[in-house]
């Protein structure tokens, strides 16, 4: 059973240009979570989603930032104009539908904005 | 609202001693407590988790961790530190009713010294 995927590991973009950052939970979850980890702070919670629905964006940044979870396909988190302040590690989670107690990570991806 | 309190951001042990890493939680209500582990540019993995009963946890590698309730804490110890523990530890707390989103203290990196 794979673990959860996330693609691509590392991202490069230029300011003001569109970031996607891909997530593939573990066979069976349906539940993803992602999270941000900025240089010199911790993990902070951005948004949790079933298949279809966004349950909770309390974290997301209010402007630029989007996320969704198609009922087919990959999460994905989608930064449009995107600032040097959005440089960090973004990380995916994913838990199935009968234990959402626990999550379980992706590698990540870092992206840096030039 | 839910807090993580990592007492030390730097630990350092010698190789062979006793790994104690603290974590105090702030809720309401007893929440669930997880204890992660991430090698420099990797991924999160989980270490232990308490949601209930028995209040002292097994986790991986050897790590074990105790909640107390009276004292808040969720302290992660491994009775003989290897050169192979050298990471970040992150201690979090999730509730089910707020969608079990993981809130995590700042981190704390443990150093091994030969």
């Known amino acids: 059973n794979a673990g959860v995927m996330q693609n691509p590991r590392h991202l490069v973009r230029r300011r003001g240009q569109e970031a996607r950052l891909r997530c593939s939970p573990m066979k069976g979850h349906s539940h993803v979570y992602w999270y941000r980890q900025l240089p010199e702070e911790g993990l902070k919670f951005m948004v949790y989603l079933q298949k279809e629905n966004i349950i909770d964006e309390s974290g997301m940044p209010k402007e630029r930032f989007s996320a969704e979870f198609p009922k087919e396909g990959p999460s994905i988190l989608r930064i449009q104009q995107v600032v040097r302040g959005d440089s960090a590690a973004y990380f995916c989670?994913?838990?199935?539908?009968?234990?959402?107690?626990?999550?379980?990570f992706g590698p990540g991806t870092r992206l840096t904005v030039l | 609202a839910q807090s993580v309190t990592q007492l030390g951001s730097h630990v350092s042990v010698s190789e062979g001693a006793l790994v104690l890493l603290r974590c105090n939680y702030s809720?309401?209500?007893?929440?669930?407590l997880f204890w992660y582990v991430q090698y420099p540019n990797q991924g999160l993995q989980l270490l232990l988790k308490y949601t209930t009963g028995a209040t002292l946890v097994k986790g991986i590698n050897g790590f074990e961790a105790e909640f107390k309730k009276s004292e808040t804490s969720f302290h992660l110890t491994k009775p003989s530190a290897h050169m192979s523990d050298a990471a970040e530890y992150f201690c979090a707390v999730s509730r089910q009713e707020y969608g079990n989103k993981l809130v995590f203290g700042a981190g704390t990196i443990l150093r091994v010294k030969s």
């Open positions: 989670a994913s838990s199935p539908p009968q234990r959402t107690d626990t999550q379980y």
């Open positions: 809720s309401s209500v007893p929440p669930y």
